[in-house]
Antibody
Framework: QVQLQESGPGLVKPSETLSLTCTVS??????????WSWIRQSPGQGLEWIGN???????KYNASLKSRVTISLDTSKNHFSLKLTSVTAADTAVYYC?????????????WGHGTLVTVSS | SYVLTQPPSLSVALGKTASITCGGN??????VHWYQQKPGQAPVVVIF???DRPSEIPERFSGSNSGNTATLTISRVEAGDEADYYC??????????FGGGTKVTVL
């Protein structure tokens, strides 16, 4: 059974950098037909895709966040990470990491439980 | 970028059928995936590739996709089906595009 667990600070100050890590068990982030993704959900709102990274470290980002986002892979620790710079209150959200099946189309088969990140001074 | 349109809410009586739509330009040419999200929980896929269902999802959940509309149908609705439902496609510019979500209320 694949499991994903987000970790990182629950409170970030405005203008600082949000950093989260997703630790994966039951699969290897460096192999297979899967990519790894970050998705967020602002309070009371819908799902917003942030970006993906594949097993070779190639990334794709949401155009609206691209200038502030970096997703990286650490195969030795079997985890992947998210950095979002220059955060504002609008970045307050539950952040989910997920495994993405990347075939002819792309969809999510496993999600982490999510972690709430609040941007506030 | 590609846009998916869902009705914000839908009410359905216990035991009846709920049909949740997801509109998009020629969405019938894409594969559509559906997620159920209950309060305080992460989403769970209920339909993938338009019509396929994970083994743990009841047969009451089914999907279709044609033209400009994809539909998630929940037959014999139960109280436990009350949740938010999101459609999702992939697009050349964005790996994952989500609809705005539909809140299903069971009466």
């Amino acid at each position: 059974q694949v499991q994903l667990q987000e970790s990182g600070p629950g409170l970030v100050k405005p203008s600082e950098t949000l950093s989260l890590t997703c630790t994966v068990s039951g699969d290897s982030v460096g192999s297979g037909s899967y990519s790894w993704s970050w998705i967020r959900q602002s309070p009371g709102q819908g799902l917003e895709w942030i970006g993906n990274i594949n097993n070779r470290g190639s990334t794709k980002y949401n155009a609206s966040l691209k200038s502030r986002v970096t997703i990286s892979l650490d195969t030795s620790k079997n985890h992947f990470s998210l950095k979002l710079t220059s955060v504002t209150a609008a970045d307050t959200a539950v952040y989910y990491c997920a495994r993405v099946y990347s075939g002819a189309t792309v969809w999510i088969d496993y999600w982490g439980h999510g972690t709430l990140v609040t941007v506030s001074s | 970028s590609y846009v998916l349109t869902q009705p914000p809410s839908l009410s359905v009586a216990l035991g009846k059928t709920a049909s949740i739509t997801c509109g998009g330009n020629n969405i019938g040419d894409k594969s559509v995936h559906w997620y159920q999200q209950k309060p305080g929980q992460a989403p769970v896929v209920v339909i993938f590739y338009d019509t396929d269902r994970p083994s743990e999802i009841p047969e009451r959940f089914s999907g279709s996709n044609s033209g400009n509309t994809a539909t998630l149908t929940i037959s014999r609705v139960e109280a436990g089906d009350e949740a938010d439902y999101y459609c999702q496609v992939s697009d050349i510019s964005s790996d994952l595009v989500f609809g705005g979500g539909t809140k299903v209320t069971v009466l």
